[in-house]
């Protein structure tokens, strides 16, 4: 119906997202050393937040471009998918202030996963709003297994930082970051052989 | 007259509310059990008040999409529906802190009065914006009869809270929460009979 | 050229304005009569800046509809008055937290007038825009006029909160609140003409 | 390829940080001048920085007015110059609680050689979006040349700040402001022309 406020919404919640977690760089009274060694984890957590938000606000412009018409479906599963990623300023801060803290890092890794999982749930509500448009179809379900893979090197990246090392978990979500770095190729060419 | 601009306006201060309520969730300083725990009720006091404004943005959408033209009773009742919204944040961290204590339940259930109080009012505005739509009408006056049993719902709250159990009103919350879940299916068969 | 960005970023940075004052409602710890009351004034100051700030955004949303082109000198003037407004809600938290102390009510009688002289100065600067179109011009004229009452009505105020009583000049706020509360009849004319 | 999304999200981003910058103006407890001295930097800085975004935001409206087509480089170097944007609060509220202390200083001016930077890149990868469109790229090269003497005064100002007075580095913040308070007119002129 009027997908245009649909994407409207959605960019709203994304830019505010994204801006606020900036808000957990406390300003330091000094430029003293100590005033600022504090920040450098909460500064990485950032970046790291950053980047993770950023493709999915891609990926998500990329989804509803998708879009035929939109059904209560699409409208729930857009919305759980922007309650979670509400949280990660939340939990970016809190990894950010414990120093990496295994047990943050986990959390983080169970953020992403529910993250994830909830853009599956859109893609597939998107999904059933074209018929028999087979092409398109599979353009979105390739990138679902794409999403597949990052589900369990996330899951994976849980009891690797509670047992192992929680700074091989941040590289695995660096890793997986860099996978969602391109758009789906493949989304592009069906949208563009229309 | 220029409906969309309304309608960002409105996105914009959705968008807002629904993200700073997050801000209410203070990041611990360290992973022990005795800093999460007071995080606990104020985890729960979100997620029932992101549902209730994701309620609210889909109805909104929803309502607006049979707006014809934009008159100064729209704008301005659209105004005092997001002034009430605008308090949702501070309530919800309040009945969040406070652990669900009776006063600010009862509270809580009055601001959702007040916020559907003046939806009644926006949809009033709007419907006389169409003359002659029957059709149109009568699917926006049946959404305001659902309207009308939530009031009593949240009315009753008010006093199970105070003098009864603080429990039973949250489940009042909800159960009216399930019931608006799926928007106005007459709205929309209005819509695509025209 | 492109008017639909200027109002969007103008939509954001209203949205945005207006969200964040609640945040200077601070949440308190329980529900006794001592936390709640130092809450009033802050409570009190917010409604108004919040009438405020919706009458300005109502006001804005008419006179961009008149908007031809988008000049420098238009992309500017509207930059000097969301400067102005964005000091809103810090000067409406000074106001609260002081208990509408009288010098606090002075710099927002002065903040006021900053904000009417910038609104008349993007006024001017969209009548630039265009040319012979003389209904219009003269309509948006006729605002302007509406906006020198105002002005006196803010240059007073200051004085008076500051040697007789605050309270007459928060009255004063309110009534010139009430003037602005109808958007000008005359360009909902001019713009009908067309 | 959705031109107007990308817009969308940028002036989100754009609204939020030039309305949070605000925040760091900590409301006094009081009218005294012990009380609001240590505000009068932190208001400088503000007034700085606000001239600093909205510049960006202009120039980023124009830039953005050329663009034919939405490229991965384009989407993902405007995230780069977002997430640059996004430090301004931090860096400008350091400014001002440290009361312009040299090393903020020189931080804020390593902070506006990064905007500066990602702006180019964006440039040059909206540039690469049309071809052959030989009037229209001259103007946003021309555009370049403006931003390699802000670079260069930039980096300039960092060892002024540090070894000479960070006051010079402010001025000649401001100098590289007002060169570009214009927008180019080499665009307006090659957009007309088309």
């Known amino acids: 119906m009027n997908k245009s406020r649909l994407e409207a919404f959605s960019d709203g919640v994304f830019a505010i997202i994204i801006t606020i977690m900036v808000l957990e760089l406390k300003i330091p009274d000094d430029t003293s050393w100590i005033s600022i060694r504090p920040l450098a984890p909460v500064f990485l957590s950032y970046i790291l937040s950053f ?4 493709i999915y606000w891609v990926n998500h412009h990329h989804l509803m471009h998708t879009l035929k018409s939109v059904h209560a479906s699409v409208m ?38 529910s993250c994830g999982f ?23 379900a390739k990138s ?44 592009e060419d069906a949208l563009a052989d229309e």
């Open 76 to 113: 729930w599963s857009n919305m759980l998918l922007l309650f979670f990623l509400s949280f990660v300023p939340f939990v970016t801060g809190w990894m950010g202030k414990t120093n990496f803290d295994k047990t943050t890092v986990a959390i983080y890794g169970g953020l992403l996963i």
């Open 144 to 187: 679902d297994k794409k999403g597949l893979v990052s589900t369990i090197l996330y899951a994976a990246s849980i009891p690797i930082a509670l047992f192992v090392n929680p700074a091989i978990s941040a590289v695995l979500f660096l890793l997986v970051s860099v996978m969602w770095l391109i758009p789906s190729k493949a989304i």
């Open 51 to 54: 980047i993770f938000i950023a």
């Open 118 to 140: 909830s853009f599956t749930l859109l893609g597939n509500a998107i999904r059933k709003t074209y018929k028999g448009e087979t092409k398109l179809s599979q353009a979105v």
